[in-house]
């Protein structure tokens, strides 16, 4: 009963941005973290950044200083803001959501469909 509905995927030039947003909706009680994966052609999917509560951030390490995430005031939607993009920052980005249901409910995790983000000239 909970949905992930990604945006902002497509095409850009190295050193472009693109910012990635991610909105749940549905059976949601609250949302205790959520993050950004992505997956290359042959390659398995990896994260590349995690937030929790709002404010507790983590990168892999190919991505630090040219991405943030971050989450709205309605802790509902998560954003991926990508700098100075590369060529092998290309791949199907996919958001997770972990979420309660319930108060004092279980953790159960959910994911977007994914979309292309491209980096070429």
């Known amino acids: 009963q909970v949905q992930l509905v990604e945006s902002g995927g497509g095409l850009v030039q190295p050193g472009g941005s693109l910012r990635l947003s991610c909105v749940a909706s549905g059976s949601i009680f609250s949302i205790n973290d959520m993050g950004w994966y992505r997956q290359a052609p042959g390659k398995q999917r990896e994260l590349v950044a995690h937030i929790i509560s709002g404010v507790s951030t983590s990168y892999a390490d190919s991505v630090k200083g040219r991405f943030t995430i971050s989450r709205d005031s309605a802790k509902n939607t998560v954003y991926l803001q990508m700098n100075s993009l590369k060529p092998e920052d290309t791949a199907v980005y996919y958001c997770?959501?972990?979420?309660?249901?319930?108060?004092?409910?279980?953790?159960?995790?959910?994911w977007g469909q994914g979309t292309q983000v491209t980096v070429s000239s």
């Open positions: 997770n959501a972990g979420v309660l249901g319930q108060p004092m409910g279980p953790i159960r995790r959910y």
